[in-house]
């Protein structure tokens, strides 16, 4: 029991340097002003060159107004936010049923569910794209939410299909003979013991969210910037790793760190949900 | 406090039929024990009367009255169920207070009579606890008391002590039967344990997979059961082929017995039949010097000669596996006595003791 622990401790321990050590260079490359092959470190720091420049670099750049960096945050956040509490509201009836009752065609409606998934997000985008423009929402934040619900709903479902499953109807039950209601053995005993798994599934749904560049890139037109968008330009341009891109890369990866840090806050369990669909895959 | 009626009631899951045409009356303030062994559908029937599933064809009544069309939460029906007894994120008090709650009454409005049960089942002054900081046995007490604090008209256990270790069931069997009485609520309790069913039921039924086998007070049960099936589920007994003589006599591999009045009231003479002899209920003494060298000494009717083939202590009392003829019989003694294996002994077989059941065959 004890080696058992001790070797997985080892194993978290490599995975996180096998994680974070990538970051390292772009941490050191955001503070620098030049740094050529084969020096170890910059050859000249920022904060050297600072004021040296016609218009600000690296992190000056990403925090001044010209970089539109704010605006792209708070769109990313607003779409995330709005995006997983959408597909949790989806999924929640959706994976309540999958997980407690057996029905005609309820595997082709699991696979219906896993599409979005197997499909290349280019055609969805570009067939989202042509359908959106004719109902009016390309370019606005409900077609991009709307954009984002393709890749986010197959993993709220299965996040809280197996969260359901894990779940003992027992407790239902004991609260129908109590006398409550169906709804009310929901929200008074169902949702509540569920809770850690719903929050896992908004946590997941949002950091998806957080990440597509192709959906939002096809469905805002340019006109919306998120951070992924955003980053997509730097890496357009074709230049060499410079403090601003190594900056926005950064920031990019922020809400994955953020995620962690709540899901560790809400559930007590940094790898919540980790362990949802380990679960859920061990049961396929 | 309702009488409960079960009518012509089957339930098929899939297309295996788990319960067929099964009537069941149990009378207002009874406790009644069903017992079965596991797959006999003994908490389907549970489940049906909760109205948590809902039966394929029959009724169910309450103080005649049909339930079949009233939901569960309208049943007014206590029930404690095999495992997972609480709701784990709410208190102890919160708990017990759930289905008042869900009748419309506040938490605080609640909490004089959710005190009262948490004293009826001794359990005062654990309000604020999680059930996660309560042992099993507690956590059971807190189920029953949750159980009935709505003041159901019915109480459904199902397998209340079948998680409990030893101590804690005779505890919490003792409990049940007197918060039972105190309550006076018609109390429905599954089990697969008969020394549960036994012990804590005013009458009881045996359940097989094909149907109730007997229904009647548990001494009945015990001492005359039906058929073959139910002599063997409770308790150890000794089940003998042999051929009626007469209409009190049988003959036997261990001789001719003397049976119990009225034992064969359905069986006529010549007919195949099962003898039921409890292991308890055969006395065992030594033989004595005569019959060790004069096999043919005649011994009184229902006596037999056997030799002690092998015996377990069972602490106070000892189980012996005899030899008689070709018969081998088991019987419970008092461990005060002993017997070697190889000993020479002479049974005595109390012929009120020995039933007659119908042969294997059906007679």
């Known amino acids: ?284 | 406090m309702s009488s409960i009626s079960i009518r012509s009631l089957s339930k098929r899951y899939d297309s295996t039929p788990v319960l067929q045409d099964l009537d069941l009356d149990v009378e207002s303030g009874c406790f009644f024990g069903l017992l079965g062994p596991s797959g006999c559908g003994k908490t389907t029937l549970l489940r049906l009367i909760a109205g948590l599933i809902e039966p394929d064809a029959g009724d169910i009544l309450f103080d005649g009255q049909s339930v079949v069309d009233v939901p569960p939460e309208r049943r007014r029906i206590g029930m404690v169920f095999q495992q997972h007894v609480l709701f784990p994120h709410m208190t102890v008090e919160e708990n017990i207070a759930f289905g008042l709650r869900m009748r419309g009454t506040g938490l605080k409005a609640a909490l004089p009579a959710v005190n009262d049960v948490l004293e009826l089942v001794q359990l005062s002054g654990y309000n604020k606890r999680f059930p996660r900081q309560l042992s099993g046995g507690q956590q059971q007490r807190v189920a029953l008391a949750r159980a009935v604090v709505i003041d159901p008209v019915l109480l459904l256990l199902d397998e209340p002590l079948s998680n409990l270790d030893a101590k804690l069931r005779d505890d919490m069997r003792e409990l049940l039967r007197s918060v039972q009485q105190r309550l006076g609520v018609t109390t429905i309790c599954v089990t697969h344990d008969q020394t549960e069913a036994i012990e804590l039921s005013d009458r009881m039924a045996v359940l097989f997979s094909d149907g109730i086998a007997q229904t009647g007070a548990p001494a009945e049960l015990y001492e005359r059961p039906a058929n073959v099936q139910v002599a063997e589920f409770l308790g150890s007994t000794n089940l003998i082929p042999g051929t009626l003589v007469g209409t009190d006599h049988a003959e036997s591999p261990i001789g001719r017995l003397r049976i119990r009045e009225m034992a064969a009231a359905q069986c006529a003479d010549g007919d195949a039949v099962q003898l039921n002899i409890r292991c308890e209920h055969i006395g065992m003494h030594p033989a004595g010097d005569e019959h060790q060298s004069q096999a043919w000494v005649r011994l009184p009717e229902n006596h037999a000669f056997a030799e002690v083939v092998s015996s377990v202590y069972r602490g106070g009392f000892i189980l012996y596996l005899v030899r008689s003829g070709s018969q081998t019989l088991r019987v419970i003694e008092r461990s005060d006595r002993q017997f070697v294996p190889g000993a020479r002994v002479v049974l005595r077989i109390p012929a009120e003791h020995v039933g007659v059941l119908p042969g294997p065959n059906g007679a």
Do not use: C
Request: aromatic residues 10%.
């Open chain 1, 1 to 284: 029991m004890k080696r058992s622990v001790l070797s997985s401790r080892m194993v978290l321990t490599i995975a996180a340097l096998l994680f974070g050590l990538p970051f390292l260079p772009l941490v050191v490359a955001s503070f620098s002003f030049r740094w050529h092959w084969p020096d170890l470190l910059p050859g000249a720091w920022l904060w050297d060159a600072r004021g040296t420049t016609p218009f600000p670099v690296g992190w000056d750049y990403l925090f001044s107004p010209i970089s539109g960096l704010g605006p792209a945050f708070l769109n990313t956040m607003t779409i995330g936010v709005a995006t997983s509490l959408l597909a949790a509201f989806i999924a929640l009836p959706a994976a309540y049923t999958l997980a407690r009752h057996r029905f005609r065609g309820k595997e082709a409606v699991e696979f219906f569910l896993l599409v979005p998934v197997i499909v290349p997000q280019i055609a969805v985008g570009i067939g989202m794209l042509l359908l959106f423009i004719r109902l009016g929402i390309a370019r606005t934040y409900t077609g991009i939410v709307l954009a984002h619900l393709v890749p986010t709903l197959p993993y709220s479902v299965r996040i809280l299909t197996s969260v359901f499953q894990n779940l003992d109807p027992d407790y239902e039950e004991q609260a129908r003979t109590l006398g409550a209601s169906r709804m009310q053995a929901f929200r008074r005993v169902v949702l509540p013991m569920v809770l850690p798994g719903l929050v896992t599934a908004l946590l997941f749904g949002f950091l998806i969210s957080a990440n597509v560049f192709l959906l939002t890139f096809l469905i805002s037109g340019g006109r919306l910037e998120t951070l992924p968008t955003m980053l997509f330009q730097f890496i357009e341009s074709g230049a060499p790793l410079d403090a601003t891109t190594a900056g926005l890369v950064l920031i990019v990866s922020a809400p994955g760190l953020v995620f962690l840090v709540l899901s560790d806050l809400l559930t007590g369990d940094p790898v919540a949900i980790g362990r949802t669909t380990l679960v859920q895959d061990a049961k396929q």
